[in-house]
């Protein structure tokens, strides 16, 4: 069964903790993605890597982390740095680059408590 | 940097009646144009997408339309049922843009039975 999982969908964390939020994909993409999504409003683009062992910066990178050292995982870290956390975070892929399709992941939950 | 522009933010409609959303962008070299469909608490899923050297789209009950003068794209969807209701959202992308895909703030659309 080919997608994109997250995990976990819901996540608590405390005020001061970094946090990790898994993304795995089998469809053999070159490219991922994070989203921030926060209620009404679009997607946020966190930080994205085209390639193994390379990413970038998107809109809103401060406060957040990644790695790249495998095709199928994107792990992102959220630090104690970020000030607004609670959100709803989406991982994406695509098969070459931005111009192709992005597939989402079902998305975790986080909330600072 | 690019700007994408959804209207309207809600939208209601009677069962098989037809449904329309419209985006602008500001990016003239922006060439491609996906529509995502996100029900609530999943990821948004792909529904159709436009590239700049076509001016329309059609799949089943839903099609896109691109004026690449205007610089606006539209989403159609006929004959609506309930599980049409979602949040929907443009998006579009370009090489100026580094390929990033930029949302727009997405449409929450509601089909009453």
């Known amino acids: 069964d080919g997608g994109i999982t997250q995990s976990p969908k819901y996540l608590f964390r405390k005020e001061g903790q970094n946090v990790t939020l898994s993304c795995e994909q089998n469809l053999n993409h070159d490219a991922m993605y994070w989203y921030r999504q926060d209620p009404g409003q679009g997607l946020r683009l966190i930080y994205y890597?085209?390639?193994?062992?390379?990413?970038q910066k998107g809109d809103i990178a401060e406060g957040y982390s990644v790695s790249r050292e495998k095709k199928e995982s994107f792990p992102l870290t959220v630090t104690s740095a970020q000030k607004n956390p609670t959100a709803f975070y989406l991982c994406?892929?695509?098969?070459?680059?931005?111009?192709?399709?992005?597939?989402f992941g079902p998305g975790t939950r986080l909330t600072v408590l | 940097g690019e700007n994408v522009e959804q209207h309207p933010s809600t939208l209601s409609v009677q069962e098989g009646d037809s449904a329309v959303i419209k985006c602008t962008y500001s990016d003239s070299a922006s060439n491609y144009f996906p529509w995502y469909k996100q029900e609530l608490g999943k990821g948004p899923q792909l529904i159709i997408d436009?590239?700049?050297?076509?001016g329309e789209k059609k799949d089943q009950r839903i099609a896109v339309t691109l004026n690449k003068t205007a610089k606006h794209f539209s989403l159609h969807i006929t004959e609506t049922q309930p599980e049409d209701s979602a949040v929907y959202f443009c998006a579009a992308s370009s090489e100026d843009s580094s390929y990033k895909l930029i949302f727009g703030s997405g449409t929450r659309l509601l089909v009453r039975p």
């Open positions: 994406a892929s695509s098969p070459r680059g931005q111009t192709d399709t992005q597939y």
């Open positions: 890597s085209q390639i193994v062992n390379d990413f």
């Open positions: 436009i590239r700049s050297n076509v």
